[in-house]
């Protein structure tokens, strides 16, 4: 199944070399490398000092998927200054088990990286949305690291051609070139979907409009930290046309005037399918126009109860605000996409504040006709990492009222441990007691009250059963009980955190009051 030319440790028991692309950070993967699923499962390396000696959970140098100089430092600089050992333990984990584990194939010459998820040695499927949010805590870093940089151009420029043939669509197959199998989807077949795709190149086409978010995401902070305008090429303008022309149809109301059903896609399980059927035709609940856009599926994979996610367009008005920035900064004569940028992000953030906000609570859902859906998922984009998003203040009193119903009982998927020591937020991907850390991060990243800063982060560390790495969700009535042992969007928002505490908040977990920023 893995072609010579792959380059990934922890994923096969033969030695594999890659296609050289000028760097000594570039290794052959040696035989015996551990599958990471089975290795995350079990303490490997030496323990921290802390309480709680955390176990050391990286990959043997000669088995890590990429080596980075400039992120060895900043686990080096962090290390030196965090005052608990536990914490710098779980930081020294979790910082670089994105490119310690998940780079399936990377060919700079080529221009092409396939990064996964991190879940099993036998699902090659990379998600639009996750790796984004893998490499978020890397973009500081790469206008100090030329190779790093190379990586995320190589991502950006796979992920415009999967979106520039299918915008419809979050997870995708290998590349052609990287000479790896494609991985079948037992939840995709049996599956109709329209418009329809080729499973040779689709994973799964869920439609989530913060899939293609996180696109636009990589793009720009690519750019922001490089200058490089190069990655602006006829397929990323080809995938860039793409977006908008999911954003216009999904912005339009189900029926027209003489009441026919619009449909741009639809998605259902049929009879057999693992995958559910949707009702109407695989179109979900009627929505009207407001001026958000809908989507199908939330950012956990899961089927929405109402088209209109408040937080997914929250997070896409801010991003293209940011694209046109990018734009008008690559000064490229793309002044008609950064107008039309701008112009969609004003028109969505409007229709949120007018439309999903009642008793100055935000709902989670709308559906343009009156309905609306008060509760929050783990999954980012969530209510509860709006401030993380950058579409309001932590203080906005928006946001502190809503804060407060999803931090309660008025959330029904908000859930407090009695046998295990775990409180916070889970949603429908797994049952409504496994909660998730990864809204434990997000409400750190919402509030400046050193208590509850410090609470959730040690909520967090206390729960990793003893394994150094953040999991996917905790079972609140069996404390030995989670899922994904291997989640690298986890690890990477947990360490993304930990930078923007050493930041804004130093006293809390280093040793002196002086804050630290990566790349500065």
């Known amino acids: 199944m893995l072609k010579a030319r792959l380059r990934v440790g922890f994923l096969a028991a033969a030695a594999l070399a890659v296609v050289p692309w000028g760097s000594t950070r570039v290794q052959t993967a040696h035989a015996q ?29 000669a088995c890590r998927t990429f080596n980075s100089s400039a992120v060895e430092q900043v686990i080096e600089d962090m290390k030196a200054r965090l005052k608990d050992p536990d914490i710098a333990r779980l930081f020294e984990n979790t910082f670089p088990n994105t490119l310690d584990t998940t780079v399936k194939y990377f060919n700079a010459t080529e221009n092409i990286a396939f990064i996964i998820t991190g879940l099993t040695r036998y699902l090659s499927a990379q998600w639009l949305r996750d790796t984004a949010n893998q490499f978020a805590h890397y973009y500081s870093l790469l206008g100090q690291d030329e190779e790093l940089a190379t990586l995320v151009k190589a991502v950006i420029h796979n992920e415009a051609r999967y979106i520039s043939a299918y915008p419809y669509c979050g997870a995708f197959q290998p590349p052609p070139e990287s000479g790896i199998a494609p991985t079948v989807n037992d939840y995709a077949t049996g599956v109709t979907v329209n418009p329809p795709v080729d499973n040779t190149t689709v994973y799964e086409c869920k439609y989530e409009i913060d899939s293609l978010c996180g696109f636009l995401k990589l793009s720009r902070s690519y750019y922001a930290s490089t200058n490089d305008s190069s990655i602006i090429d006829s397929e990323w303008l080809t995938a860039i046309a793409q977006i908008f022309r999911v954003v216009d149809e999904q912005s339009q109301a189900s029926w027209d005037a003489d009441f026919n059903f619009v449909s741009y896609y639809n998605w259902t399980g049929g009879p057999g399918a693992l995958s559910p059927a949707v009702n109407n035709g695989g179109n979900g609940e009627p929505k009207g126009y407001t001026g958000l856009v809908g989507t199908h599926h939330r950012p956990s994979d899961d089927l929405s109860t109402f ?9 896409l008005a801010v991003e293209l605000t940011n694209l046109a920035a990018m734009l008008d900064a690559a000064d490229g004569g793309y002044a008609n ?56 203040n932590k203080t906005d009193p928006a946001y502190v009222a809503t804060r407060k119903v999803l931090l309660s009982r008025a959330n029904p998927y ?19 007691w496994n909660l998730w850390p990864m809204a434990l991060v997000s409400s750190i990243y919402g509030t400046d009250d050193d208590d509850e800063i410090t609470a959730a982060l040690y909520m967090i560390a206390n729960n990793t059963l003893g ?54």
């Not at 088209?307 to 997070?315: D, E, K, Q, R």
């Not at 969609?344 to 953030?349: D, I, N, P």
């Open 307 to 315: 088209a209109f996610l408040t937080p997914a367009n929250a997070m």
């Open 414 to 432: 908000y859930a407090k441990g009695t046998t295990v020591d775990f409180a916070g937020i889970g949603g429908p991907h797994e049952d409504a």
């Open 33 to 61: 490398c551990p599958d990471y699923t089975t290795y995350s499962q079990t303490p490997q390396g030496n323990s921290s000092a802390g309480p709680l000696a955390l176990p050391f959970m990286r990959p043997a140098p």
């Open 467 to 520: 394994l150094g790495l953040v999991h996917e969700s905790i079972d609140i009535y069996n404390a030995t009980a989670y899922t994904r042992p291997w989640f690298a969007w986890a690890n990477s928002y947990f360490a993304e955190m930990l930078l923007d505490l050493a930041a804004r908040k130093p006293a809390l977990i280093f040793r002196t009051n002086e804050s630290y920023a990566v790349g500065r």
């Open 337 to 392: 996409i950064s107008a039309l940028a701008r112009s969609v992000s004003a028109r969505v953030t409007r229709a949120i504040w007018n439309t999903t906000v009642y008793n100055n609570v935000f709902a989670y859902e709308t559906n343009g006709l009156g309905s609306r859906y008060v509760m929050d998922d783990a999954n980012v984009p969530s209510l509860l990492s709006l401030p993380y998003l950058g579409f309001l």
